[in-house]
């Protein structure tokens, strides 16, 4: 079992940062892929970006790329998302979740792949 708790989240300007952390509990979290996804109001949620087990492989959706990084330390059981120059469209609930994925499976990019969830946390950028 795996649980996974987000912080960070806040109220930001457009063009400013934020970092999302996400801390997993449970021994088995260092070999399991981690995502980030987030859920806009009145939207389906999104995939935002993956990270596989060792941190080496990673994908973004365009939405994303080149602002967002998504990172972990296993160490510390803990997966960031470093969101960079915000748009009022990021503008979402974002919620960390984690795969039972074999170590070198193709990384998970839709909800159903993965297994647990955290309770998310809001994302809110002013224009």
């Known amino acids: 079992q795996v649980q996974l708790v987000e912080s960070g989240g806040g109220l930001v300007q457009a063009g400013g940062s934020l970092r999302l952390s996400c801390a997993a509990s449970g021994r088995t979290f260092s070999t399991y892929a981690m995502g980030w996804f987030r859920q806009a109001p009145g939207k389906e949620r999104e995939f935002a970006t993956a990270?596989?087990?060792?941190?080496?492989?990673?994908y973004y959706a365009d939405s994303v790329r080149g602002r967002f990084t998504i990172s972990r330390d296993s160490a510390k059981n803990t997966v960031y998302l470093q969101m960079n120059s915000l748009k009022p469209e990021d503008t979402a609930v974002y919620y960390c979740?984690?795969?039972?994925?074999?170590?070198?499976?193709?990384?998970?990019?839709?909800?159903?792949?993965?297994?647990?969830w955290g309770q998310g946390t809001q994302v809110t950028v002013s224009s």
């Open positions: 979740a984690c795969a039972r994925t074999g170590r070198w499976s193709p990384l998970p990019l839709g909800r159903e792949e993965y297994d647990y």
């Open positions: 990270i596989d087990w060792s941190g080496g492989r990673t």
